[in-house]
């Protein structure tokens, strides 16, 4: 996909301070450890996800995930904060980083396009890279949990291991997968500045397990969705062979996919992001939606 250079003014820096916990990759993410928490559930989702760490990890990562590594009776260090990274230098540390900054780029300005079209008021999410760990507004962001969208302060949170986890372990790799992912998570900030994350989580507070992963599945779908729909305002820029490569990634993260690799079996009662066939579909409508995300609506009818 041909992608301009990403512009100065976009809103990314590095989410350090994480401690604890690092390196893996996006293995987590990929074999159903909660992926992208943060989107569906929030802090709330985040906390259960640093205690199953704690108890399958040890106690002792515990503090050292929430920021605890000091020691006890330690003071706090005070100073300057360090000065804040300019948008090159956090971008152009690495070539995935780049690609991730124009793509981000790219979906911010298109969204923009689209708010406007609508007559409603767009406010861009900011994009914090880390490595192996770091701090997000919805607490620890860590590899294993791949990248995710913090709702509270508009974060897309992402460690740039993921995509050569993606290529490598599970065989979907190319340029437009990994697009396709950073607009999934666009994505979710646009259901975010909608109000449609938080309807679903008030649904979810109301309902049972199943019916809450559910729910869950149907804002996910929806998010592959608005991916395609950025896709499609970008039509003039896809090469070919990037579709397939954005089916490939869709089928390969698709819930009832992991569990086969996983565990041998699949529990569909379980699925949080929608199956390999469901993922690779509501990612085709939106891209031959003619860049109208009105037909992304998973939450009327069968999915």
Same mark, same amino acid.
């Given at each position: 996909?041909? &992608? ?6 976009? $809103?990314? +820096?590095?989410?350090? #301070? *994480? =401690?604890?916990?690092? /390196? ?28 199953? &760490? ?6 002792? $990562?515990? +503090?050292?995930?929430? #920021? *605890? =590594?000091?020691?006890? /009776? ?139 992963n559910a729910l869950s ?44 690799q996983a565990q041998g ?39």
């Open positions: 996909m041909r &992608l301009d250079d990403y512009d100065n003014d976009i $809103n990314v +820096g590095e989410a350090r #301070g *994480g =401690g604890g916990l690092g /390196g893996g990759g996006g293995g987590g993410f990929l074999l159903g450890l909660l992926p992208l928490i943060g989107s569906r559930f929030g802090c709330g989702g985040i906390v259960v996800v640093l205690l199953l &760490l704690a108890v399958f990890g040890g106690l002792g $990562n515990l +503090g050292s995930m929430l #920021g *605890g =590594g000091t020691g006890a /009776g330690s003071a706090p260090q005070v100073g300057a904060p360090p000065a804040r990274e300019t948008v090159q230098q956090v971008c152009d540390v690495s070539t995935a980083r780049r690609d991730t900054c124009r793509a981000f780029s790219n979906a911010q300005n298109t969204w923009e396009k689209i708010f406007a079209r609508e007559n409603q008021r767009f406010s861009p999410p900011k994009l914090q890279f880390f490595t192996g760990s770091g701090e997000s507004g919805c607490g620890a962001a860590m590899s294993a949990m791949g990248p995710f969208y913090c709702p509270t302060d508009n974060g897309i949170y992402l460690d740039t291991s993921f995509f050569d986890e993606l290529a490598n372990k599970y065989k979907a790799g190319g340029d437009f997968a990994q697009y396709y992912v950073i607009a999934h998570e666009f994505g979710h900030h646009i259901q975010n500045l909608l109000g449609t994350s938080s309807e679903v989580q008030q649904a979810q507070r109301r309902a049972g397990e199943a019916e809450g599945v149907r804002l996910e779908l929806q998010a592959d969705c608005y991916a395609g729909v950025w896709a499609a305002m970008n039509r003039d820029r896809l090469d070919p062979g990037d579709v397939e490569e954005g089916m490939r990634a869709a089928q390969a993260i698709g819930d009832d996919t992991l569990q086969r079996r699949v529990v569909p009662d379980s699925f949080t992001h929608g199956t390999s066939a469901q993922r690779q579909a509501w990612l085709r409508r939106g891209i031959e939606s003619n860049g109208n995300p009105g037909v992304c609506d998973t939450f009327s009818g069968a999915i």
